[in-house]
Nanobody
C-alpha cells in the first residue's frame, strides 16, 4: 500500500511559477512509476506528466511541454512538479499517482493522492 500526499498548491499570477511535491509512504517508492494529473471544474481528469521509476523517462502532455518539469528523489520518496510560465488554463486540482510497472500516460495508476488546488489568475 502506498499513500500519497501532495503539497505546494496555491494561487499564482499568469506567467508565474509553482512547485508541487508529492510525498509517498512505503519502502518501495523507487519501484513505482509516478504521474501527475489534473482536473479542472466541469472537466474530466487529464494526464499532465509522468516519470518512470528511475527518472530516466518522462512524458508530458502537449499543453505543458516546455513549461512543466517532473523530477523525483527516491531517497526522499518524493516526486516534484515544477510549473513555470503558468497560464489561467492550468487552473485545476492536481493529483499525484503511483503505479507498479511501466510508466503510462493513461489513468491506469494504482494509488492516488487527494489533490492540491492550483489557481492561476489572469
Amino acid at each position: 500500500q502506498v499513500q500519497l500526499v501532495e503539497s505546494g498548491g496555491g494561487l499564482v499570477q499568469a506567467g508565474g511559477s509553482l512547485r508541487l511535491s508529492c510525498a509517498a509512504s512505503g519502502r518501495t517508492f523507487s519501484t513505482y512509476a509516478m504521474g501527475w494529473f489534473r482536473q479542472a471544474p466541469g472537466k474530466e481528469r487529464e494526464f499532465v506528466v509522468a516519470i518512470n521509476w528511475g527518472g530516466s523517462m518522462t512524458y508530458y502532455a502537449d499543453s505543458v511541454k516546455g513549461r512543466f518539469t517532473i523530477s523525483r528523489d527516491n531517497a526522499k520518496n518524493t516526486v516534484y512538479l515544477q510549473m513555470n510560465k503558468m497560464k489561467p488554463e492550468d487552473t485545476a486540482v492536481y493529483y499525484c499517482a503511483a503505479r507498479k510497472g511501466p510508466v503510462v500516460t493513461t489513468n491506469r495508476y494504482d494509488y492516488w493522492g487527494q489533490g492540491t488546488q492550483v489557481t492561476v489568475s489572469s
